[in-house]
């Protein structure tokens, strides 16, 4: 399943401002981390699947540099468990 331009970017949207990656207590948005686009469109590849297939290997295949350094880990441990299924429920409309 692939998205047109138009709702690619209303799933990016939808992203920055509801998810966030967590850090000492921090929340940091993924809009303001620069990530929203790529989780989006790591999402968009992903859509056949279904919406809680695609929110666990889209958090997994995006890859987030830490410290400036070579050092990258998953999305998938920046963001809290609860995230997940606010991912999963942002997902469900683009997946059917």
Same mark, same amino acid.
């Given at each position: 399943?692939?998205?047109?331009?138009?709702?690619?970017?209303?799933?990016?949207?939808?992203?920055?401002?509801?998810?966030?990656?967590?850090?000492?207590?921090?929340?940091?948005?993924?809009?303001?981390?620069?990530? !929203? &686009?790529?989780?989006?469109?790591?999402? !968009?590849?992903?859509?056949? &699947?279904?919406?809680?297939?695609?929110?666990? &290997?889209?958090? /997994?295949?995006?890859?987030?540099?830490?410290?400036?350094?070579?050092?990258?880990?998953?999305? !998938?441990?920046?963001?809290?468990?609860? &995230?997940?299924?606010?991912? /999963?429920?942002?997902? /469900?409309?683009?997946?059917?």
């Amino acid at each position: 399943m692939t998205l047109n331009a138009a709702d690619l970017k209303e799933l990016e949207l939808a992203l920055a401002d509801r998810l966030y990656l967590q850090v000492a207590g921090w929340h940091l948005y993924l809009g303001d981390a620069g990530l !929203a &686009q790529t989780l989006a469109i790591e999402c !968009a590849a992903r859509l056949d &699947q279904g919406a809680g297939v695609c929110a666990r &290997q889209a958090l /997994e295949a995006v890859q987030v540099p830490i410290g400036g350094g070579p050092t990258r880990l998953p999305l !998938a441990r920046l963001v809290p468990a609860g &995230q997940l299924r606010d991912l /999963e429920e942002v997902l /469900e409309p683009f997946c059917r």
